[in-house]
């Protein structure tokens, strides 16, 4: 019998596959009924997000539009209220700009057994711990 990997581990997994661009790999680690709220899209303003493991790919195809090279290092990680408030750094390359983008960026994900169900995406440690303790807990 094989263990289920640790939250912790699938965050690890999460991270690179988002750093080496392989969408594949990161709906590995998602629920087929997940949710994905990032705080930056290609998309129109006021988007729900992506849904399912097809929107998740299409994520990473909307991401591609805006930047060239991404990369994310994961920091603290702490469970509030049943979720994970993940704090990190983030690095992109704008496409066409050529700008390069250097900030703090926090996650808070929500698991479903071995898997993920839903995340958020903040521009800040301060705005995603705000946004975690707001949320009720998990049921």
Not at 117 to 139: N, P
Request: hydrophobic share 35%.
């Amino acid at each position: 019998m094989t263990e289920a990997p640790s939250h912790r581990e699938l965050l690890e997994r999460g991270a690179d596959a988002y750093n080496s661009g392989d969408a594949d790999r990161w709906v590995e680690i998602w629920t087929t009924d997940c949710e994905w709220h990032p705080f930056l899209t290609a998309r129109v303003e006021g988007d729900p997000g992506y849904h399912g493991h097809n929107g998740m790919r299409a994520w990473f195809e909307d991401s591609a539009e805006m930047f060239t090279e991404m990369h994310v290092e994961l920091g603290q990680i702490r469970e509030v209220k049943g979720r994970l408030l993940v704090f990190g750094q983030m690095t992109a390359i704008g496409r066409g700009s050529g700008a390069e983008v250097d900030s703090e960026v926090a996650w808070v994900f929500e698991p479903r057994g071995d898997l993920f169900r839903r995340g958020w995406a903040y521009t800040s440690h301060a705005e995603a711990e705000r946004e975690a303790e707001s949320l009720g807990e998990i049921a």
